[in-house]
């Protein structure tokens, strides 16, 4: 087995926990349609620590890569390993799914216990006897995902706002303690309140040294979290690499078809009118300082 | 116009307890008006337009629809011809299984004569650029696509008001773009008959489209304003309840003497995108 050893950006990987996922020219069609191939020569590795945001036009094939990299689909051709063992039966995969976590889309939709508490135990509940480790666990997945448990653990889940429930959904992943955790969409649907609470937890799973891949068409979300990007385009994965790269070249997003994130197409507008430098930023409280400087810098000339 | 007055909807949840989903509410909708609805989830925006729509019966207070009560217009079904209403799931409510039966099934229900229908489903798809779906199931179009297809489906009946429950909500950003450039094509093509349309989104962005926007929070009317007035003006209400402002009004009020270029985001219904 090799061992590829990556150091976080921060915190610590547990090398006895250290788990990567290898693609090999990956092809896939649904059953329904064994002639149109969604992904086709597809390759690629996510390694232990990262945070991979993963976009593409509707309809190229992101949600089914979550899904082949997860063993929730399998290829018709090509070759998955995880940690150097290759995966081809469901038998396989049973081994590690406990370390995959899976958060589908709109995840608050499989949400059917009485109680919140019900809820996030379910999956933990399949492997452990112990009633009070499993209420250990439950509640402090709930604390995690800041939700208290003394207000929400015998609440229904159901009478939740939509930002609780999802993160109710998420706590019930979150509660298995993935080593990788996947996610479809985790903010559609969201305001801005429930979108940054689950925006904060995405990067506080990741700080403690876990990976995280996340499929987002909302390309804001995804250049403020992810480091890496890779864009589904054409049936196979276009692009591998940083978001710097990859947002700085318009011909290159032209090319799948992408739009610019508005923080990105805000920083280029105003670069070129106040005719300054400001380049790889990702939020709107870096902009902010950062032009806050020039204005001053530029007042002290004058 | 349609005046909405004391609108007042309880859903009850809980033994004993009730959430009041709109809480007093009063405005108007004239006639020739592009509202745009915004508001934090569970702030009443959903409840409003079925309440409008005649879909949600009101615990109390009283909608008028061009001078008659919404009662009496659910009671003949009038309802139906007055306003038409786009989910936000078009999955919701594309129920056939051809795109030009879905468009068609408006004039079905109204007994519009074959001749007439077949040459007003032509000229809507056409219209809304979707004459290359003919023949097409529903469900093999991309979101994007059903949204479109299921606002022509409502548009052919000719709707005096139209209600759009966050169509846009499950979408990518070029589909978001081209509801809203349709959108634009239809108020503009119908606005001197008095067309409203009535458009709710979790994207103010797209709300600074409209020449008016109401901010629901708590099923009260939070703020009722011009977009360019409510984003420079209203912002700490927009984090108190948080609803976010779009990028350049922020960076305009945190960063006093800078130049924003104008348009670089613009969704307004006079930029021919």
Redesign the interface.
Known sequence: MIIQLIIPLSGTVDIRNYMQIDLKNIHFAYPVRPDIPVLSGLSCTINQGELIGVIG???SGKSTFLQLCTGFLFPNSGKIRIDGTEMTKAKDWSTVRRKLGFVFQFPEKQLFEESVFADVAFGISKYIDEKDEIKRRGHAALEEMGLPPEEFAER?PH?L???EQRRVALAGIIVLEPEMLFLDEPT???????ASEVESIITRFHRNGKTVCVVS?N?DFIVRIAERILVIAGRTIKFDGTKNLLFSNNGLLQSF?L?KP??V??CE??A???KINIQGIYT?GE??DS??RA?NSQKTRV | MIKCLNLCVDYTHDKNKSIAALNNLSFDIRDSEFIGVIGPNGSGKSTLAFCVAGLQPLTSGTIEIDGRDIHDLIKTSEIRDVIGIVFQNPDDQLLTNMVEHEIAFALENRSVPKDEMVKRVDEIMHRFQIADLKGQSPNQLSGGQKQKLALASVMIANPKYLILDEPTSFLDMPDRRMILRQLRVEFQERAHEGFSIIFITQFPREAAACSRIIVLDNGQIAADDTPENLFTTQQTLFNSIGVEVPIEYQIKKAVPGIQVPANIFDYSINNPA
């Open positions: 036009k509707t309809g229904s009478h706002s939509s930002g559609i649907g969201l305001d801005q309140k429930g068409h390309l078809e739009e508005e923080i197409a805000l507008a105003i070129e009118q106040q709107i902009l902010i032009l806050t204005m």
